[in-house]
């Protein structure tokens, strides 16, 4: 049995817009530049003379706490590095400090306090359109000697996570914008570091040391939620547009395998994403229009008196609007149409605080061969029309015991569903073939306890309580074309808990342990999963440390497994589940450290690791098959009486070069190399579907500073890697059967082409009194190389068709921030 899960979407690139306010600011710095030759002019005009020929200045502030009990640190110092005279202030007794009257650009910062590691954050940009607000983290020292740091400063690369110590990093949405062919995405972004490779051009879906997209998890602000793409299907991780908001994040955790305790349900990785708290203290505005859609955002203080904000943002479809005014695309039926809004209110108590934030959006799309659409993306001879919706709802609640100790609490409520029409041209063109529906509800309750005992002593613990509310219905028409078989028709409930607890002891503040274990519980089938963690930092020398990480992972299969069913009974179509009984896929992760800083500004990091991969859902029916090589794609093979005996392995190593932004220059370098592979039902080692080989990538930018107010910048990336594997499509049995088939017995023989791809950026932010301008040129693949993205089986034209990856594409995007 297929079981399909169809979803689709275009990308035809950026119609060049946002130029009318292009050619308004350049008017305003011809103008700004006269000004400035002309004395007289400027005694004419007081006020253009402070926006034009002044320095602009702007706010820096924000709270400084404790990194692992997040209360407030009264007393410590910050200071702008590089000021003359130095410029700084202490935080007051709630942790807040407001430094005023900063140039705009790119400031280093330092913040120290007694007993703590002192922070140094890089390359901060101010601009004139909005206030720098920051919540800054100091960890406490076990050691401390005439007030003198022994451990080197706060680095950008490392985990916020204080349990994380190897395969994790943290990011910043500064990178995640600033990254050439990233394009506001945080999955595209993280496609850059090592171990990691993207699927395809068409979809953020990344792969994660060999593992399938459907490893990874997804986390926002504390709530595992659903796929948070445009046009990505349930139990997928991946799709060609993001829901998530970069003009609403901040610094987040990347984890690349060996993760805390805390996190479970995954066996390849886990995106931890935050939200940041909208601006206090004032009102701000933020309109843009690009790749991603047509956005407007606001945020705020609710009253002058209150510390309570609010943050919100709506995005539109700029091809949707574009195509609506008649342009056209040459894309047929196949516009993307989506919008999505994304939402935080946060209000500070006086022993915590409380949170409420949203994320939700819906797409839908028609990829139509029968209107001769140019962009079928591995769907030829069909019709297909596809929607999808997804929404998350969540209140956080943290209460502080003490100054030691608090409940983190969480109440929420996610829910995906996608739908999907397809008409087979060859077969019946006016009647659907595959008719599908499949919704997920998700009430999730949360608790956590964290305790610092002292300063060598930390505790996390809690449990995580799922009641999925589920209905799939799909049904395929039989090769008689007289009537449908149903290989999904159910609906019901079932509990997914979750307990953990982690433990870290910092022997002294360069040697520290973290243990934990994660349990897990499927009430469905009463399957359970118990899984140790460890992980070790040992800093060597100042700059130089050496991780260790061990951990059992498991995850449940997608909940549509469950309930497939196969046809017993042809005459009283009776059907039973064969896969409701299915285990646990489960996971040993073992990796390797050694990270080294060379000098203040460069870094080098090196990984090894073993990842042993048992209880995977293979089938009879099918020996060659496995669950784990699914997922990178629009559809899924799956099959009844699946049984938990497959198994796989995955081992590399990974290497990290990179310089920090400084003095206006960065660059990243990584590499990996690494070998995935498997056994079905029949035994026989192959290669995994994901199983690469290699990856490249190389990134570089340079900024500069453009007058007293504004920056320009100019970023490239290259990425090289091995092709993705091939399942060879068998022609004549196609021929013959009228409908695709695959030469199993060759699968994941050889690869595609190694993929190549050339991506730049170029980026000019002009700054004025009160809001600033922001105009960014993407060029994709420029070098128009022919990547190979899919090969598949087209029934109405009865041959193999090849379809390529993007080729050259420019994509411009402008914003403003008032």
Not at 216 to 234: A, E, K, Q, T
Not at 311 to 335: D, K, P, Q, W
Not at 449 to 472: C, I, K, P
């Amino acid at each position: 049995m297929k079981f399909s899960i169809f979803t689709k979407a275009v990308f035809t690139g950026i119609i060049t817009i946002a130029f009318t306010l292009a050619a308004a600011g350049a008017e305003e710095l011809t103008q700004s530049e006269e000004l400035t030759q002309s004395a007289e002019e400027l005694t004419q005009s007081a006020e253009e003379l402070t926006q034009s020929a002044e320095q602009l200045t702007q706010t820096f502030r924000g709270r400084v706490i404790d990194a692992y009990t997040e209360l407030s640190l009264p007393g410590a110092t910050v200071v702008i590095l590089g000021t003359d005279p130095l410029k700084g202030t202490a935080t007051d007794v709630n942790g807040e400090f407001r430094i005023d009257q900063l140039p705009l650009g790119r400031i280093n910062v330092q913040v120290s306090m007694v007993g703590y590691q002192r922070a140094v954050l890089n390359n901060l940009l101010l601009r004139s359109g909005r206030e720098l607000v920051m919540e800054i983290k100091l960890e406490e020292q076990v050691y401390v000697m005439d007030d003198v740091v022994v451990r080197p400063d706060l680095r950008k690369d490392q985990a916020i996570n204080e349990m994380a110590v190897v395969s994790a990093r943290s990011f910043t949405i500064d990178e995640t914008e600033r990254y050439a062919g990233s394009l506001g995405d945080p999955s595209r972004m993280a496609a850059n570091y090592a171990g990691v490779t993207s699927v395809s051009d068409q979809r953020n879906d990344i792969v994660i040391r060999g593992n399938s997209p459907l490893g990874l998890l997804w986390r926002l602000d504390g709530v595992d939620i659903p796929n948070p793409n445009h046009f990505g299907s349930i139990g997928t991780t991946g799709g060609p547009i993001s829901m998530l908001n970069i003009n609403h994040l901040t610094n987040s955790d990347f984890y690349t395998g060996a993760f805390p305790a805390e996190f479970g349900n995954a066996m390849a990785g886990a995106f931890d994403i935050k939200m940041r708290n909208g601006n206090n203290q004032r009102h701000e505005f933020m309109g843009q229009v690009g790749f991603n859609g047509f956005e407007l955002g606001a945020e705020g203080p609710f009253s002058e008196n209150s510390q309570a904000s609010y943050m919100a943002n709506f995005r539109y479809s700029t091809l949707e609007v574009l195509h609506a005014a008649g342009m056209n695309f040459g894309t047929g039926a196949a516009i993307p149409e989506y919008k999505d809004l994304s939402f935080k209110v946060n209000m500070p108590l006086e022993r915590g605080r409380i949170s409420v934030f949203g994320l939700g959006g819906n797409n839908s799309i028609a990829m139509l061969a029968s209107k001769d659409d140019d962009s079928q993306y591995g769907f030829s001879g069909l019709d297909l029309y596809n929607s999808n919706r997804m929404g998350v709802l969540g209140l956080n609640h943290v209460y502080y015991l003490n100054d030691d100790a608090r409940f983190t609490s969480t109440l929420a409520v996610s829910g995906i569903e996608s739908s999907a029409d397809i008409f087979d041209l060859s077969f019946d063109p006016d009647r659907e073939k595959i008719i599908e529906t499949l919704g997920e509800m998700k009430y999730t309750f949360s608790s956590k306890y964290s305790h610092r005992f002292n300063s060598r002593n930390y505790l996390n613990a809690g449990f995580v309580y799922d009641f999925f509310d589920v209905t799939y219905n799909g049904r395929q028409l039989d090769p008689s074309g007289e009537k449908y078989f149903h290989y999904l028709n159910n609906s019901g409930g079932m509990g997914f808990a979750r307990l953990f607890t982690e433990w870290q002891h910092r022997f002294s503040d360069e040697f520290s342990v973290n243990t934990g274990i994660h349990a897990s519980r499927l009430f469905l089938n009463d399957s359970y999963s118990v899984e140790p963690r460890f992980g070790m930092k040992w800093e060597l020398t100042q700059g130089q440390s050496v991780n260790l990480g061990a951990g059992m992972h498991s995850q449940t299969q997608m909940k549509a497994v469950y309930f497939s069913q196969r046809l017993v009974d042809s005459l009283e179509m009776r059907y039973e589940k064969t896969n409701e009984g299915l285990d646990f896929s489960r996971s040993l992760h073992l990796v390797a450290g050694y990270d080294r800083l060379l000098g203040e500004e460069h870094r080098l990091k090196a990984e090894v690791y073993y990842q042993r991969l048992y209880n995977i859902p293979v089938s009879w029916r099918r020996p060659e098959f496995s669950l784990m090589n699914q997922g990178g794609g629009y559809s899924f093979h799956l099959y009844d009486n699946m049984e938990n005996s497959g198994t796989g392995e995955n081992k590399g190593v990974e290497l990290t070069l990179e310089k920090f932004l400084s003095k206006g220059f960065y660059y990243l370098v990584t590499a990996s190399v690494f070998d995935a592979g498997y056994r079905g039902y029949d035994g026989v080692w192959r290669n995994s579907a994901f199983n690469n080989n290699f990856v490249f990538n190389a990134l570089s930018g340079y900024e500069w500073r453009v007058g007293d107010n504004s920056l320009l910048s100019v970023d490239l990336k290259m990425v090289y890697a091995g092709g993705h594997r091939k399942l060879p499509i068998d022609e004549q049995q196609s021929l013959a059967d009228n409908a695709t088939r695959f030469k199993w017995s060759e699968a994941y023989e050889e690869r595609f082409p190694d993929y190549f791809r050339l991506n730049g950026r170029i980026t000019f932010r002009l700054n004025r009194s009160s809001f600033d301008h922001e105009w960014g040129l993407d060029l994709q693949n420029i070098t128009n190389r022919e990547n190979i993205f899919v090969q598949n089986w087209d029934n109405s034209k009865q041959e193999v068709n090849t379809h390529y990856q993007m080729g050259f594409m420019p994509m411009m995007t402008y914003r403003i921030y008032f």
